[in-house]
């Protein structure tokens, strides 16, 4: 089977990690991919949105299949292109992925449908934002509708700055057409956890469950990222809580779709909040794979992957079970100095080897990319994904950091508390 990766980061990364180690995989290629991906797969420079470059490439090298990594071409209908040329492919079509597309679609499908999420209504004019969120009181979400960057979600402590994030988004402009229309919701106390299924229409698969970290710095301070570190499995999501997500949650969301005449076929990617009293509700929706969550899981999964996602697309997971790895699973990942604010590109990063010696570690790379001299340069801002397994989440944390501590990148920097609320510390 040949196989096309669509996506340049560390997500991508452990996908073809995964991947490559397939029998059923006879040739990989990754698109646009980065310098860690090349050691796996060929990488060809075609941007994960040029839905176009990549239907094109996949005819011309008779690709058999495509796992799209990247939110962004799925809501630009890149399944669905894939699909009217006959080439089979992983993740949602445009309609279904509207889900993660747009944060009114998704709050209004949970609401029609029972589905637990915190309070809000949808706005298109700043007054009538501003009163919703006076009537909820601080602290409030204000949430871009569509897809920003991760940067469209703005957690307020008080009033103030809610007005000013509905100003920006609103007024200014800020996220353009995707903050033509804001989400004002009530804030969820609690525990956040990622939660994973395959849903392939109608049936629907969980995965290992993960636990990820946003704020940039030690003890859970400083701007929200696109994730700094998560490990699995995560001791919240004890048996009875995942029959709870399944049953109130993931199984409800499919079926609505499926309802709708856009039926889901991907993977599930559930935000959630468990709230002091063990109840789950629905932060976010997602259409692909987490990242970082995405590193802990595929190291813990000891089936084949790529069966689990051809089964996935040809609707069969029901004849389909996944084993895991009774180990736990960490990922820190170590971005360039300045972000998630402004940084400097193009630094040398040296010590990958040894870093990654140990076989129980993994080093997926989220942005790099590799100069005429064979070195690695940090090309982005989350950079590297360094990722541990042992047979407990203290010595994988352990190993971690051991090997973050063998890098020689003085440019670089990480949290070194990734794992803390299930160790306690």
């Known amino acids: 089977m040949k196989v096309l990766v669509v996506g340049g980061g560390g997500r991508e990364h452990a996908l073809c990690w995964a991947i490559a180690a397939s029998p059923l995989c006879e040739a990989l290629y990754c698109a646009p991919g980065n310098a860690g991906i090349a050691k796996e797969a060929t990488c060809v420079p075609i941007p994960a949105e040029d839905v176009e470059g990549l239907l094109a490439f996949a005819r011309a090298e008779a690709i058999d299949f495509v796992v799209v990594g990247p939110e962004a071409p799925l809501v630009a209908g890149l399944i669905d292109r894939l699909s009217d040329a006959g080439i089979k492919a992983f993740g949602p079509s445009a309609a279904a992925a509207e889900l993660e597309g747009s944060k009114g ?11 637990p999420t915190a309070r809000y209504r949808r706005f298109t004019e700043p007054e009538a934002a501003k009163a919703f969120a006076r009537e909820l009181g601080a602290p ?60 392939d229409g109608t049936t629907a698969l969980p995965l290992a469950s993960a636990q990820d970290h946003k704020a940039a710095f030690d003890g859970d301070r400083g701007p929200n990222t696109g994730g700094m570190g998560a490990y699995s499995p995560a001791p919240i999501v004890t048996p009875e809580l995942e029959a709870r997500i399944m049953a109130e949650i993931v199984g409800p969301t499919a079926e609505a779709l499926q309802a709708m005449g856009r039926p889901y076929r991907g993977v599930l990617f559930a935000g959630l909040m468990i709230s002091p009293e063990g109840d789950p509700k629905v932060v976010e929706f997602n259409v692909r794979f987490g990242d970082p969550e995405c ?93 541990a397994t042992a047979p407990s989440l203290a010595e994988a944390q352990t190993k971690a950091y051991t090997a973050i501590d063998l890098l020689d990148w003085p440019e670089g920097f990480c949290r070194r508390d990734i794992g803390w609320r299930a160790l306690g510390g």
Not at 105 to 115: H, P, S
Not at 156 to 169: F, H, M, Q, R, V
Not at 326 to 350: F, H, L, M, Q
Request: glycine fraction near 12%.
């Open 105 to 115: 679609f998704m709050k209004d499908l949970c609401a029609a449908n029972g589905i």
């Open 140 to 199: 409030v979400v204000v949430k871009a509708d569509g897809l920003a960057a991760g940067k469209g979600v703005t957690v307020c402590p008080d009033l103030e700055t809610a007005e000013g994030a509905i100003d920006e988004a609103l007024v200014g402009g800020r996220f353009g057409a995707a903050g033509a229309e804001v989400v004002v919701e009530d804030f969820l106390d609690g525990e956040e956890v990622s939660f994973f299924a395959l849903v």
């Open 295 to 387: 590193e802990v899981l595929v190291t813990r999964l000891m089936s084949d992957l790529l069966p689990a996602l051809v089964a996935t697309a040809e609707g069969q997971l029901s004849h389909l079970t996944l084993r895991w790895l009774d180990s736990a699973a960490i990922s820190v990942v170590v971005a360039t100095k300045g972000y998630p604010g402004a940084y400097e590109k193009d630094s040398v990063i040296r010590g990958l080897d040894t870093a990654g010696a140990d076989e129980n570690v993994e080093i997926f790379h989220a942005g790099t990319a590799s100069n005429e001299a064979g070195e690695t340069l940090a090309t982005g801002g989350r950079v590297l994904a360094v990722t």
